[in-house]
């Protein structure tokens, strides 16, 4: 089973990890590792090591992070840059942590990324947009003749 490691400024990592566990209950080989302002990038590197030490079953690991650029991306990245099994996602919203802590029985790491980054876009919407799919699915339907 592919290890995940949620990593993020702030109460990042663990917020998601507990909406997670209200939504979902428990989930195996799931990490959560928060960047407080307190702390220092050789201190995420150190926790995010010992992470991998707990959950890298040779299966593969993911890295969900919160912000393109920011030290806990670039943690992951310099962790997983020479690693084939493991990737790093960025831009980690609920909606992506949720389906694909379900969905990653069988994925290879490249593959969850793949399915991850299409979950993570069709997660980012408006009201206005989704009310705009129920109106053109309702017209569908009359010009259908139903």
Same mark, same amino acid.
């Given at each position: 089973? !592919? =290890?995940?490691?949620?990593?993020?400024? #702030? #109460?990042? $990592?663990? %917020? !998601?990890?507990?909406?997670?566990? /209200?939504?979902? %209950?428990?989930?195996?080989? +799931?990490?959560?590792?928060?960047?407080?302002?307190?702390?220092? &990038?050789?201190?995420? /590197?150190?926790?995010?090591?010992?992470?991998?030490?707990?959950?890298?079953? =040779?299966? %593969?690991?993911?890295?969900?992070?919160? *912000?393109?650029?920011?030290?806990?991306?670039?943690?992951?990245?310099?962790?997983? !840059?020479?690693?084939?099994?493991?990737?790093?996602?960025?831009?980690?919203?609920? /909606?992506?942590?949720?389906?694909? +802590?379900?969905?990653?029985? #069988? *994925? &290879?790491?490249?593959?969850?990324?793949?399915? $991850?980054? &299409?979950? =993570?876009?069709? %997660?980012?919407?408006?009201?206005?947009?989704?009310? /705009?799919?129920?109106?053109?699915?309702?017209?569908?339907? +009359?010009?259908? =003749?139903?």
């Amino acid at each position: 089973m !592919l =290890g995940i490691i949620i990593c993020g400024h #702030g #109460g990042f $990592a663990s %917020g !998601l990890e507990r909406a997670m566990l /209200q939504i979902l %209950g428990e989930q195996e080989a +799931v990490i959560a590792i928060d960047f407080p302002e307190s702390s220092t &990038t050789a201190l995420l /590197q150190a926790q995010c090591e010992a992470a991998l030490a707990e959950i890298d079953k =040779g299966d %593969g690991v993911v890295f969900l992070t919160d *912000l393109l650029g920011g030290t806990p991306f670039r943690v992951a990245s310099t962790l997983a !840059l020479h690693q084939p099994d493991w990737e790093v996602i960025t831009g980690t919203n609920l /909606q992506l942590l949720l389906e694909m +802590v379900l969905e990653r029985d #069988g *994925l &290879t790491a490249h593959e969850f990324r793949l399915q $991850a980054l &299409t979950c =993570g876009h069709r %997660g980012l919407t408006s009201l206005a947009d989704e009310m /705009q799919k129920d109106r053109q699915a309702e017209a569908s339907l +009359v010009e259908e =003749g139903i």
